[in-house]
């Protein structure tokens, strides 16, 4: 495995498989979490809230009878957990809610020659209109 010196501006990228079965196995080889960022070129707070997250619980016997819960990092457990989280998102679920006849009609109104609304008046319209069906905010 080559080593980075140095350390690039990655904002907000997700982990991927591969990374996340890099951490798993240099965990269990017993690198730090310091060594494991710098081996991924990722910041040492990614890879911590990673194993975090994506721990799960496992009861072990000591001596054969002493029962102790210990944490251990699973990379597949760790990615059906951030597909979880990535599902049940504000930004994921709004759109599986917003009906296509708001979206349809939305986009004919505001693409029309002569516009009669704004995207405010036409939501708060639609609205009153339409009270059952989810409708976005227009609150910035």
């Known amino acids: 495995m080559s080593e980075v010196h140095y350390t690039t501006k990655r904002h907000y990228k997700h982990l991927s498989d591969k990374e996340r079965s890099q951490i798993e196995i240099l965990l269990n080889e017993g690198y730090t979490i310091s060594k494991i960022a710098t081996l991924l070129n990722r910041h040492k707070s990614t890879i911590s809230r990673e194993i975090k997250r994506g721990s799960v619980l496992q ?28 599902q049940h998102s504000a930004k994921c679920s709004i759109r599986h809610k917003l009906s296509t006849q708001f979206m349809s009609q939305l986009i004919s109104t505001l693409s029309q020659k002569i516009r009669i609304h704004s995207v405010d008046s036409f939501v708060n ?16």
Do not use: M, N, W
Not at 61 to 77: A, N, P, R, W
């Open 59 to 86: 009861k072990q016997y000591l001596y054969g009878y002493k029962e102790v819960l210990q944490s251990t990092y699973f990379s597949d457990t760790a990615h059906l957990l951030s597909q979880q989280r990535k």
């Open 125 to 140: 319209t639609y609205k009153k209109q339409h009270s059952d069906e989810i409708v976005p905010c227009t609150k910035t």
